[in-house]
T-cell receptor, first 115, second 111 residues
Framework: SAVISQKPSRDICQRGTSLTIQCQVD?????MFWYRQQPGQSLTLIAT?????????ESGFVIDKFPISRPNLTFSTLTVSNMSPEDSSIYLC????????????FGEGSRLTVL | DAKTTQPPSMDCAEGRAANLPCNHS???????VYWYRQIHSQGPQYIIH???NNETNEMASLIITEDRKSSTLILPHATLRDTAVYYC????????????FGAGTQVVVTP
């Protein structure tokens, strides 16, 4: 199994500012995934972060709004840029079991509230 | 478009079996059925997955129909801690993390 730590666990932000969320994994992983969960909604994949290459974004998500870094095999950051109240969500980092069994491990999430 | 259909909610009495249905009538031959759950304010937790055979682990059992168009997750003895949103997801096994989460089923276990 993998243990994933996210920081911050929650934050309240002002409109127009940016916030960077950190994700630390206790083992080396090839890919890390960032999900968003808007209030009362299900999870939506934002992007896949590969070490040493640009992140791959899903439809509806762009790098200018959600820049991602992946400096090594255990760490990634997601920045939510120029925030608006619509960005109020839980942002979740996840990794997949290295055996590719399909078991995704999730962090506890970062709950952002934008005023 | 959602690949699975689940009831939005269901209640279950503590100690009884909870049977959670999922329809996936358009499932492809190489797609697996995965179940996750999300307890309030926590990250989703993997429960079980299967291709065509029934599967059982320490948490639950997964029954997949012969035509694979539907499945049932069984929690054999529901406890209050099983109250959560349960997600049924189909995906190709090597699609690395690309899970399409639907709305799920809100399960409430009552004393």
């Amino acid at each position: 199994s993998a243990v994933i730590s996210q920081k911050p666990s929650r934050d309240i932000c002002q409109r127009g500012t940016s916030l960077t969320i950190q994700c630390q994994v206790d083992s080396q992983v090839t890919m890390m995934f960032w999900y968003r969960q808007q209030p009362g909604q299900s999870l939506t994949l934002i992007a896949t972060a590969n070490q040493g290459s640009e992140a791959t974004y899903e439809s509806g998500f762009v790098i200018d709004k959600f820049p991602i870094s992946r400096p090594n095999l255990t760490f990634s950051t997601l920045t939510v840029s120029n925030m608006s109240p619509e960005d109020s969500s839980i942002y979740l980092c996840s990794v997949e079991d290295w055996r590719n069994t399909g078991e995704l491990f999730f962090g506890e999430g970062s709950r952002l509230t934008v005023l | 478009d959602a690949k699975t259909t689940q009831p939005p909610s269901m209640d279950c009495a503590e100690g009884r079996a909870a049977n959670l249905p999922c329809n996936h009538s358009t499932i492809s031959g190489n797609e697996y059925v995965y179940w996750y759950r999300q307890i309030h304010s926590q990250g989703p937790q993997y429960i079980i997955h299967g291709l065509k055979n029934n599967e059982t682990n320490e948490m639950a059992s997964l029954i997949i129909t012969e035509d694979r168009k539907s499945s049932t997750l069984i929690l054999p003895h529901a406890t209050l801690r099983d109250t959560a949103v349960y997600y049924c997801i189909v995906r190709v096994r090597d699609s690395w993390g690309k899970f399409q989460f639907g709305a799920g089923t809100q399960v409430v276990v009552t004393p």
